[in-house]
């Protein structure tokens, strides 16, 4: 057997108050791709930085890790050395494409870097032109011109795509991704891995693949190590581990993934986690609720009409309800203007939104799907009357909102609340849990409010002795629980959830979705819910909308967009998000 | 980019004009007649309305400010009605001393700050780092008038290595400038730089954890070249914002420094001209300060510009 391209034996991390990384051995042969998986926090980026030799000042690291055989070990190795390798003979792609490139010097320049740095390239001019074959060879659009262009001007996608010029400029013979795709959109995603697995593939490199996501591992990787821990609980060919996974923590993690697969009280399969307090079970708030919510009538659920916008064809009506829909739009649109541009020429106009027209019924679950930049987030926004439409209207419960003042919107403020994505920055850090959770309620004395914050938090799985405690005690799904508590704790009758579950792992993900769908049918609610996952939509929602460019172009029950999908920017969106079992027939052996 | 320069432009005259009806009502609303005050408390009513002609202040404010504002431009600033010699001369040449004591004490802080700043960024962790970084602290503390008193006790009484104040021409005498010099900018930078070395050391702390420096280690750049080449160039877009600020702060200051030594500078004249009740020649000295700190700011926000592309293309 030949040497391998990277050999790690025995790593252990540590910072002064604990040990990170517990003893991880692994090796990499020679052109290998191998895929890294895990959840926050398990210590699969402290891998890649210890490889790296970029672990901050106050961690210590030892263990052996080799590259080639050849090398010395990298973790005692001068910095000298590990300066003369690092880009050279091993490369890294970041996560965080918004932020890994130097904003203020053009791309073209920070790739011809690496390569003045190495000496690989004699000359800045001949590097120049080197970064413009390589922006070419990641398929960046008219490379001569990206290359002269800075980061801020480049797409998400894009910058990746630098990024991956920049790793593979000095052909290293192992690559490291850090969650290259995860800040991404879906299709943009699927372009993205296929390019690394296609140059990897090409021109030999090793790969180590770090992700949360399986699917991810699944496209490109021969070989997936599970971290959990700080310790890697198994190791074994990707078609494999995906179908008969042999470590418990593998088992759950990828029951945990499979949003398609439930257990018989239909119920996505969780993983038995730490939670503060107990389960979510029914306590005594919902009950009071029933009361509360008396507009619940039972009525036979509204099943959408299967619809499509045809190119050029007329705005269509999707999930037209008879009687009185919960939410009903009509010729919406949102434009905004963009500043800049010429000294006293008008401000250019974006579209936000185009002639959207829909309903959604009382106790529907909504999904609304779509891309960074298709409209989503400003529809929601409308709906949640935090932005205003330029024209059309929006009747929400019977109100129009639409250019409604503040005054008007109070009562509606309860009636309709919100949980958003990001689960640390939606709360104020320097308020208490209990204030938090109270802040929506008015005209309550302060006995009541204490009660509703109890019984609120309970019903969310929450115990009362967080009442006290700051945002950042709380871990993301912790602090997820908090914010739909708080949005709850109104009685409202329709939630919006925006991304609500998109910032979370795997098996927490599971947990809220298993929470929310619980409350929604407790509490008799409209669900709104927008996301860029289609697995999640799937699960959570029965009537699906495909956002894209501003318009809704296809809506219909969730199962049959799925299965049939009408329109093809759906079709692209669906197979770009394969299913737990296509993923395991595509990698079978 | 050149739009943006223009429109940057076009701010700066809107933001002049502004600043001179401003400067120009809040002068003339100020209690007292101003033929009066020109011709002291014992002149007669009839003497006082015919200065009040004389001076134009029998016609309507907007007149008076159009006719004020326009001679402005064209670099009259009126005749003084304590010596009766026209102002702008007297401007001119004391706005020349302010303008080469600011600079000089901007130049000074920046060449302190910037090396300091860093180091005490870099070596944070150490010693020597924490110790410098305390310095620093009791530097932002020390007032420029004191730290001027100082100055010139040290080395002008004790030392008797400078003059203790004063001023010398640049064209009579090249090194009597600069021993004029010294002292005055050293007081008025000392304390700028010290808050200018906080938030360079907090700017370049800040850069050091970004994303890209991490990207530029992974490139195989040392931490060094890394902040060199893609840090500090970040890390000088906050330092920049705070040194626009600071600027009005060392007008203020040179008033002061400008006592402490006696230079003959636009803040002496400034003190000197108020308590002689010269309105006009007030109105213009006030009028040059706020265009001088407007025109500082416009040269800042132009360098923003070039250092920040992101900024070349939005607003």
């Known amino acids: 057997m030949t040497v391998p391209t990277l050999s790690v034996s025995d790593l252990t991390v540590s910072s002064p108050f604990a040990d990170l990384l517990h003893g991880i051995s692994f090796d990499i042969a020679e052109g290998e791709r191998v895929g890294l998986i895990g959840e926050s926090g398990s210590g699969k980026s402290l891998t890649a930085t210890s490889v790296m030799g970029l672990l901050p000042e106050t961690l210590t690291a030892t263990g052996a890790i080799r590259l080639n055989g050849v090398d010395a070990d990298l973790l005692t190795a001068p910095e000298r050395r590990l300066n003369q390798l690092r880009g050279r003979t091993m490369a890294m792609v970041f996560q965080e494409p918004m932020t890994a490139l130097n904003p203020l010097m053009r791309v073209g320049a920070q790739v011809a870097e690496i390569m003045t740095v190495h000496h690989t390239e004699t000359g800045r001019r001949r590097a120049r032109q080197r970064a413009v074959e390589l922006l070419a060879l990641v398929k960046l659009p008219n490379p001569a011109e990206a290359a002269l262009a800075f980061p801020h001007q480049l797409s998400g996608g894009q910058r990746q795509r630098v990024m991956l010029a920049m790793a593979m400029a000095n052909d290293p013979q192992l690559l490291l991704c850090d969650e290259p795709t995860t800040a991404l959109d879906v299709t943009v995603q699927a372009e993205v891995l296929k390019l690394i697995g296609n140059l990897v593939t090409e021109r030999g490199t090793a790969l180590l693949l770090i992700t949360h996501d399986i699917a991810v591992v699944a496209e490109v990787c021969q070989r997936v190590l599970v971290m959990y821990q700080g310790e890697i609980v198994e190791d074994g060919p990707v078609g494999r581990v995906l179908t008969a996974p042999q470590h418990p923590y593998t088992q759950k993690l990828i029951a945990a993934s499979d949003l398609s697969s439930v257990d018989d009280r239909g119920r996505l399969h969780t993983m038995s986690m730490p939670v503060v307090g107990r389960p979510p079970v029914a306590v005594s708030a919902p009950r009071q609720v029933h009361a509360d919510a008396a507009a619940a009538v039972i009525r036979p659920p509204h099943r959408a009409a299967h619809q499509r916008l045809e190119p050029g064809g007329p705005p269509v009506i999707f999930n037209e309800v008879t009687g009185a829909p919960a939410i009903s739009v009509r010729d919406l649109s949102r434009q905004y203007r963009r500043r800049g541009g010429a000294l006293f020429a008008p401000a250019p106009i974006v579209h936000g939104l185009r002639d959207v027209s829909f309903d959604v019924a009382e106790g529907q679950r909504f999904g609304i799907v779509g891309e960074s930049g298709s409209g989503k987030s400003t529809l929601m926004r409308i709906l949640c009357a935090l932005d205003q439409p330029t024209t059309g209207t929006v009747d929400v419960l019977g109100q129009p909102i639409a250019g409604a003042s503040e005054r008007h919107l109070r009562d509606f403020r309860s009636r309709v609340q919100i949980v958003f994505q990001d689960p640390m920055g939606s709360l104020d850090p320097r308020m208490k849990v209990r204030d938090i959770v109270a802040e929506p309620l008015r005209n309550v004395n302060r006995a009541e409010s204490l009660a509703r914050v109890e019984a609120q938090l309970n019903a969310v799985g929450l115990d009362i002795d967080v009442m006290n405690r700051h945002p950042h005690q709380f871990s993301g799904g912790q602090r997820q629980r908090i914010s739909i508590a708080r949005a709850l704790i109104t009685r409202p009758r329709v939630l919006v959830a925006d991304e609500a579950v998109s910032a979370l792992d795997v098996s927490v993900r599971a947990q809220v979705l298993n929470l929310l769908a619980d409350l929604v049918d407790q509490y008799q609610l409209t669900l709104v819910f927008v996301s860029h996952d289609l697995g999640v939509i799937r699960h959570l929602c029965d009537t699906v909308a495909v956002i894209s460019d501003g318009r809704i172009v296809e809506c219909g029950p969730t199962a049959d967009v799925y299965d049939g999908p009408l329109h093809a920017y759906t079709r692209q969106l669906v197979s770009a998000t394969p299913s737990m079992d296509e993923l395991a027939r595509r990698v079978a052996p | ?315």
């Open chain 2, 1 to 315: 980019m050149v739009l943006v320069v223009l429109r940057r432009i076009g701010v700066f005259a809107t933001t002049v004009v502004v600043a001179s009806i401003v400067t120009f009502l809040l002068l003339s609303i100020l209690p007292g007649n101003a033929a009066r005050i020109a011709l002291g408390v014992q002149a007669s009513e009839a003497d006082v309305a015919a200065q009040a002609t004389l001076m134009g202040l029998d016609r309507p404010a907007i007149v008076r400010y159009l006719d004020w504002f326009g001679h402005v431009l064209i670099g009259d600033f009126g005749t003084s009605t304590v010596s009766r010699q026209p102002i702008g001369p007297e401007i001119t040449d004391a706005l020349g001393i302010t303008v080469i004591l600011v600079l000089t004490s901007v130049v000074l802080a920046l060449l302190f700050a910037i090396p300091f700043g860093i180091l005490t960024a870099v070596r944070q962790r150490k010693p020597d780092g924490a110790i410098l970084s305390g310095i620093s602290q009791i530097g932002v503390a020390v007032p420029g008038f004191l730290a001027g008193m100082l100055l010139v006790t040290v080395f002008a009484v004790t030392l008797r290595w400078l003059p203790a104040g004063g001023w010398v021409d640049p064209g009579e005498d090249v090194g009597g400038f600069l021993e004029h010099l010294i002292l005055p900018a050293i007081a008025l930078g000392s304390v700028q730089g010290a808050v200018l070395s906080r938030y360079v050391r907090s700017s370049v702390l800040e850069v050091m954890r970004e994303d890209f420096i991490r990207t530029a280690r992974a490139k195989g750049l040392g931490a060094g070249r890394a902040l060199f080449r893609h840090g500090l160039r970040n890390a000088a877009v906050p330092v920049m914002t705070v040194l626009g600020l600071q600027i009005a702060t060392l007008l203020v200051g040179a008033v002061v420094i400008e006592r402490v030594f006696s230079i003959p500078g636009l803040g002496s004249l400034l003190l000197d001209k108020v308590a002689l009740r010269d309105l006009p020649a007030v109105q213009g000295i006030v009028l040059v300060l706020v265009v001088f700190v407007l025109a500082l700011n416009f040269l800042v926000d132009l360098a923003f510009t070039m250092i920040d592309p992101r900024l070349r293309s939005a607003t």
